[in-house]
């Protein structure tokens, strides 16, 4: 019996782990569809937590706190369906085109992530297989299945307070890529709340070298498209996540309502 080193490598799930990807609410009578690509911070059990403690899997270099708890409870009140992301973005960053140094990245925020040091193709390969691509393909199936619907598209993240010692002022951010129609809207209804500072491609501007989900999926396939960033110390508690749920789903009926949309 030979062994098949290319069959071992393709393991990295076991029967008793979730799959890549859930889809909450496919059939969502919304034009609305929303994705979360850093929704976990769940570390396939064979990869032995990269080699991080648990406190710093909590943290936000690992996934985006609160960002599914606001996209669930979205997806909820405005009917749409959801896509999230099963494993964290330090296993294989759903929102980074796979030629990215950040795809697996060997360190993040100053943190050391030793199970991503000089890994080999086929461990790489094996991760792209079991997470990158079917996470993508969901996407694409439910996109696809929309050909005919007006569908917009909107993708939820979150930023930690302060980076590198700089403390950021923005409550949330709006970014978009070349098309800034639905930003540029969604931008307007969240400018009406007078203690919200709202960013505008802020903090994140959005670049295909270094993003994914709104250059493929959103204005790759020509859809009205927005990446929403929160910040986390406001989604830190159900409440947080409830006052951000509303608000956004308050500016996403707005867009609605002025007839941009189908
Ligand atoms: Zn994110």
């Known amino acids: 019996m030979t062994i098949d080193a290319g069959h071992f490598a393709e393991l990295l799930l076991a029967d008793d782990e979730p799959q890549a990807f859930e889809i909450v609410n496919a059939t969502g009578a919304s034009q609305l569809v929303l994705v979360c690509d850093h929704a976990s911070n769940r570390v396939p059990r064979c990869l032995d937590n990269l080699g991080l ?144 500072l709202v960013g505008e491609n802020e903090p994140y501007a959005i670049d295909p070298e270094f993003d994914y989900a709104i250059p493929v999926h959103g204005e790759g396939r020509g859809l009205p498209s927005a990446m929403i960033e929160i910040r986390q110390d406001g989604i830190r508690t159900a409440a947080g996540v409830a006052v951000w749920a509303e608000r956004i789903a308050k500016a996403y009926r707005e867009t609605e309502r002025v007839g941009f949309i189908g």
């Open 53 to 196: 403690t648990p406190e710093q899997l909590g943290e936000h270099i690992a996934w985006d706190p609160g960002a599914a708890d606001v996209a669930r409870l979205l997806s909820l009140k405005l009917d749409a369906p959801l896509v999230l992301s099963s494993y964290s973005r330090l296993v294989i960053d759903c929102n980074r085109p796979l030629q990215s140094p950040q795809s697996i990245p060997e360190q993040s925020a100053g943190v050391l992530v030793s199970g991503n040091q000089n890994i080999t193709a086929a461990d790489r390969a094996c991760r792209v297989k079991n997470v990158f691509v079917p996470y993508h393909h969901a996407i694409n199936q439910l996109l696809a299945a929309r050909q005919n619907t007006p569908t917009v598209f909107l993708s939820l993240h979150s930023f930690s307070p302060s980076l590198e010692g700089q403390q950021r002022p923005w409550h949330i951010g709006i970014s978009s890529w070349r098309d800034h129609t639905l930003a540029t809207l969604l931008i307007n209804a969240l400018k009406k709340y007078d203690d919200i």
